[in-house]
T-cell receptor, first 118, second 112 residues
C-alpha cells in the first residue's frame, strides 16, 4: 500500500486563485513529519513547508499553508493567490524512521503537476 | 549555495557498462541518501548512509551499490547499467534530529 497518496496527477488553476493540493498518508508511527516540495521545470527540489505530527497548529510559510488533519491522515498544501511562477510539480513526503543507525528518511508521493493559467 | 554537488550532471552510457555517480557535500551532514525519480513514481529511495562505511538499502536497491569512505562523499554505482536504470538521480543530506533535508541538483542518466 502506498504510504503517501497524491490523488491529483494534474491541475489547471487560474492565476490569483487559491489552490489546494491533496495528500494523504499512512503510518502507524506516533512521531513523523510531513513535507511539501516544489520541483519547477529546471528540476531542483525546493522545500516549501514542514508539519510535525505533534505540532498543534497548521504550518504556514508565506503564501503556503499546510492543512493538517491528523485523524484523517491528511496534509493538504494550500497556496493562496496563485502566481504563474507556481507552475511546477509538487511532492508530498513523509519522514519515517529507518532500521539503520537511527536514520530517518523521506517517502514521496507521486506528485501533482500544477499549471497556473493567466 | 553549493552545499551538495552531484557529478556528472548528465551522462549517457551503454547497456552493460559500469557507472558511478558522485555526491559531494560540504555541510558535514551525517545522513546521505540516493533517490531516483521516474515519471509517475515520484522519488524512490535507493540507498542511504548513516555514517562513514555505514549504509543500508532502500526501496529500489536492486542493481545498485553504494560506498561512503568519507563523510563528504557518497557514491552510487551501477555495476552493469540497464535501460531500466535510465532516470534522474538525486542525492540528499540531513544533519541530525528534526532538521530538514537538502537536495542536490540531480544527475540525468540515460542508458542506451
Amino acid at each position: 500500500a502506498q504510504k503517501i497518496t497524491q490523488t491529483q496527477p494534474g491541475m489547471f488553476v487560474q492565476e490569483k486563485e487559491a489552490v489546494t493540493l491533496d495528500c494523504t498518508y499512512d503510518t502507524s508511527d506516533q512521531s513523523y513529519g510531513l513535507f511539501w516540495y516544489k520541483q519547477p521545470s529546471s528540476g531542483e527540489m525546493i522545500f516549501l513547508i514542514y508539519q510535525g505530527s505533534y505540532d498543534e497548529q497548521n504550518a504556514t510559510e508565506g503564501r503556503y499553508s499546510l492543512n493538517f488533519q491528523k485523524a484523517r491522515k491528511s496534509a493538504n498544501l494550500v497556496i493562496s493567490a496563485s502566481q504563474l511562477g507556481d507552475s511546477a510539480m509538487y511532492f508530498c513526503a513523509m519522514r519515517e524512521a529507518f532500521q539503520g543507525g537511527g536514520a530517518d528518511g523521506l517517502t514521496f508521493g507521486k506528485g501533482t503537476h500544477l499549471i497556473i493559467q493567466p | 549555495d553549493a552545499g551538495i554537488t552531484q557529478s556528472p550532471r548528465h551522462k549517457v552510457t551503454e547497456t552493460g557498462t559500469p557507472v558511478t555517480l558522485r555526491c559531494h557535500q560540504t555541510e558535514n551532514h551525517r545522513y546521505m541518501y540516493w533517490y531516483r525519480q521516474d515519471p509517475g513514481h515520484g522519488l524512490r529511495l535507493i540507498h542511504y548512509s548513516y555514517g562513514v562505511k555505514d549504509t543500508d538499502k532502500g526501496e529500489v536497491s536492486d542493481g545498485y551499490s553504494v560506498s561512503r569512505s568519507k563523510t563528504e562523499d557518497f557514491l552510487l554505482t551501477l555495476e552493469s547499467a540497464t535501460s531500466s536504470q535510465t532516470s534522474v538521480y538525486f542525492c540528499a543530506t540531513k544533519k541530525q534530529g528534526r532538521d530538514g533535508y537538502t537536495f542536490g541538483s540531480g544527475t540525468r542518466l540515460t542508458v542506451v
